[in-house]
């Protein structure tokens, strides 16, 4: 019974930082991809940053104990979508707050 609830607690922590790591990582993104060219929105720079935030994100599961490699395509969708949706949420605020 004991180790249903340490495996259940080790799933519960895995998905949080599942939900951390993309949201942290798209909010870099998106404010890094404001910086590149605060004046261009249009430009391709924001979709290269949100790529390379994405891929990025490969480097920093295992440091919290988390394998990558064990990953199936539901995991990486919805690490995607949550960096997606978080990288410009920030850089549209920005966007709109910042530019003239």
Do not use: C
């Not at 919290?64 to 978080?86: G, H, N």
């Amino acid at each position: 019974m004991e180790k249903e609830v340490d495996d259940s607690h080790k799933e519960y922590i895995e998905g949080i930082i599942k939900t951390a790591v993309p949201l942290v990582f798209g909010a870099l993104g998106g404010t890094i991809s404001y910086l590149l060219d605060p004046s261009n929105p249009e430009n391709n720079l924001g979709w290269l940053m949100l790529g390379i935030v994405i891929l990025a994100q490969v480097l920093v599961y295992p440091r919290f104990s988390i394998d990558p490699k064990a990953f199936k395509f539901k995991d990486w969708f919805y690490a995607s979508f949550m960096t997606f949706i978080s990288w410009f949420v920030v850089w549209a605020l920005l966007l709109m707050a910042f530019t003239p």
